[in-house]
């Protein structure tokens, strides 16, 4: 395998909200996404990638920092980006990168000086404070003037330039496609590819959705749903829903173009293609089976997301590493990739990938996720969890009074079989280590910001949990 010449450039694509079998190449039926798996073929599939995080923001702060989520402050999509915080472009553009950014950002504001702008990157396209668009279509929730109807549903900077029909997956990859046309010969370029889709709200071009119609009939498929046995809530278990279907087939061919303009311009070959979601899919509209949970959820489906690497000449196409990786090791990677030493004061909890590439497998490490809130009407409890890589298991610490869990994830990967009170040592390392972990970042983050999560860290501070 030869090692590239000259600095890669990186195209890091971020969908927001996909599930883990939502792509053709990880099994998807319905859905069609013949450019991604192409693309993915060319290269690496990651069938264990986890988040950071079960929700937005959080995760996206991992995916440039290499760090988890509660050591940036951060552990729900209200929480920005430290100002103080150096991230990837910035490392990058300190050595020789142009970067930019297009699309979905979620991780800051102006006034905090924490907008793509302010932390690294030379341009920013459609990022704002948002967590999506407050319509997929111009003008993109905003009124007959461009402003927007609320605030956290903006598009910033698409008002302009747009007209009647315009689908915003569409416009992203315009955008992304003029950025390129800007490269400077000769200059590596880190392009940020972040989509708003599939978040919700869900809509879709009309005509792909008819078209979606016509195949769920043809193909006989009913709406399916079962009940969540701790939260009552009602969950969709078929691929029946035509909008998020046609929803992907844009994502698909905004793909599709951007990879196009890359070749167009004669940088293929020496570009490090890097394919994340920032989290599980919703469970409201959208099913997550076989996995259990969805966003918001510390249950695989929450957790587990579809990821892929290509890069010509590098990464063996075809390829597949059956272990656990983290959305966070999109920092390391990266850095290594382009011959950049990490520097010693920027602890990250990532590894780089770069040995992967060369067959060698990586140390079994533990990962661990937060999230304080409950959400019954998408099963989400209250609770912390970790995934100990070496034995298989990952237990569940629930805040709200509920019985814990602890589940085998390498022989019960859809958690149906509870196995808690069943190994009572490796139930008590594995709390011991999270709640270990939880109370040194509360003993460094700012007083959380509401009532239930502040009674949770004064009763993990205080040894209260029973």
């Known amino acids: 395998m ?9 195209v ?5 909200d996909m599930g883990w079998k939502d792509l053709g190449c990880f099994g998807a039926k ?27 923001s959080p995760a996206r702060a991992t995916a440039l920092t290499g760090k988890h989520p509660m050591k940036l402050h951060m552990w729900n999509h209200t929480h920005y980006l430290p100002a103080d915080q150096k991230i990837l472009p910035a490392y990058l553009k300190e050595n020789g990168y142009q970067a930019w950014h297009v699309g979905k950002w979620h991780m800051g504001c102006p006034e905090m000086k924490t907008f793509p702008t302010d932390l690294g990157f030379e341009e920013n396209r459609g990022g704002g404070i948002s967590w999506g ?25 698409l008002f302009a330039g747009g007209e009647p029909g315009e689908y915003l997956t569409d416009r992203i990859a315009e955008e992304a496609i003029d950025v390129l046309e800007s490269h400077t010969p000769g200059k590596p370029f ?47 278990t078929s691929e029946t829903n035509a909008v998020y279907a046609a929803m992907i087939e844009s994502v698909d061919d905004s793909v599709g173009r951007v990879v196009a303009k890359i070749k167009e311009v004669g940088e293929y070959e020496n570009t490090f293609f890097i394919f994340f979601s920032d989290n599980g899919c919703t469970t409201n509209d959208v099913p997550c089976v076989p996995l259990n949970g969805g966003k918001n959820s510390n249950y695989e489906a929450g957790d587990r997301i579809p990821a892929f690497m290509a890069w010509p000449g590098i990464i063996e196409a075809g390829s597949e590493y059956d272990h656990p990786i983290y959305i966070g090791d999109v920092f390391d990677t990266v850095l290594a990739a382009a011959d950049i030493e990490k520097p010693v ?18 140390p079994e490490r533990t990962f661990i996720w937060y999230f304080p809130d409950t959400r019954l009407h998408w099963a989400q409890r209250a609770n912390a969890a970790i995934y100990d890589e070496a034995s298989g298991f990952k237990y569940l610490l629930y805040f709200n009074g509920d019985s814990d869990e ?13 196995l808690f009170g069943q190994h009572p040592t490796l139930e008590q390392n594995l709390r011991d280590e999270l709640i270990s972990f939880l109370k040194q970042q509360y003993e460094e983050m700012p007083p959380p910001p509401n009532q239930l999560v502040d009674g949770v860290k004064k009763r993990i501070l205080n040894d209260d949990l029973v």
């Open 133 to 157: 668009p407050g319509s997929y279509f111009w003008p993109y929730g905003c009124d007959e003037e461009g402003v927007p109807e609320n605030p956290r549903n903006a598009v910033p900077g």
């Open 345 to 362: 004061d920027h602890e990250s909890d990532s590894m780089s990938l770069m040995p992967v590439f060369r067959g060698e497998r990586l």
């Open 190 to 236: 880190f392009l940020n590819l972040w989509h708003y889709a599939v978040h919700d709200y869900k809509e879709a071009k009309p005509e792909v959705v008819k078209k979606y119609e016509r195949k769920i009939e043809a193909m006989g498929l009913t709406p399916t749903y079962r009940i969540d046995p701790k939260t009552g809530a009602k969950l969709l």
């Open 30 to 56: 319905l859905y069609e996404t013949p450019t991604i798996d192409a693309l993915c073929a060319e290269g690496i599939r990651f069938p264990q990638a986890y988040s950071s995080a079960p929700i937005c």
């Open 2 to 10: 030869n090692m590239a010449k000259r600095k890669p450039n990186v």
């Open 12 to 16: 890091f694509i971020l969908i927001d």
């Open 406 to 418: 602890l589940f085998d994830i390498h022989h019960d990967l859809a958690e149906e079989n509870d």
